[in-house]
């Protein structure tokens, strides 16, 4: 079951704590204590959340002059087995083909790695 849908229509105040955890233990999550009532209202409720795909993410990059440097946290073996070439780690369009055939390797959220052109020397 997908929690996320039912969870947004929940009120994130107190009152509604106890439907919260009902729902989130009937999607596999333990159970919540209420002092981390603000963590889960962060969590699933969060203003400035943006759902991204790696296209997206790509544009992104590309438009504000950032070097994709890599994944964080992931298992590159199955990917370096179908994309052996040097710097296909970097490639976002393999990651998102290859994301397309193994929806499952990015579950929660993409983390990754970026880096900004070196300044040039002043004359």
Same mark, same amino acid.
């Given at each position: 079951?997908?929690?996320?849908?039912?969870?947004?229509?929940?009120?994130? %105040?107190? /009152?509604?704590?106890?439907?919260?955890?009902?729902?989130?233990?009937?999607?596999?999550? #333990?159970?919540?204590?209420?002092?981390?009532?603000?963590?889960?209202?962060?969590?699933?409720?969060?203003?400035?959340?943006?759902?991204?795909?790696?296209?997206?993410?790509?544009?992104?990059?590309?438009?504000? /002059?950032?070097?994709?440097?890599?994944?964080?946290?992931? %298992?590159?073996?199955?990917?370096?087995?179908?994309?052996?070439?040097?710097?296909?780690?970097?490639?976002? %369009?393999?990651?998102?083909?290859?994301?397309?055939?193994?929806?499952? #390797?990015?579950?929660?959220?993409?983390?990754?790695?970026?880096?900004?052109?070196?300044?040039?020397?002043? %004359?």
């Amino acid at each position: 079951m997908n929690a996320r849908p039912q969870i947004l229509v929940v009120s994130s %105040d107190q /009152d509604h704590l106890h439907t919260l955890t009902s729902i989130l233990q009937k999607s596999g999550w #333990t159970p919540l204590h209420a002092t981390r009532l603000s963590e889960c209202r962060d969590l699933l409720f969060h203003v400035q959340e943006h759902q991204l795909t790696l296209p997206e993410i790509k544009a992104f990059l590309e438009k504000h /002059d950032l070097t994709f440097i890599g994944f964080a946290g992931i %298992d590159t073996q199955e990917f370096r087995k179908r994309n052996p070439n040097d710097g296909s780690l970097r490639n976002l %369009d393999l990651w998102h083909a290859f994301e397309i055939e193994n929806p499952t #390797t990015f579950v929660g959220m993409y983390q990754f790695w970026v880096q900004k052109p070196a300044a040039a020397a002043p %004359d």
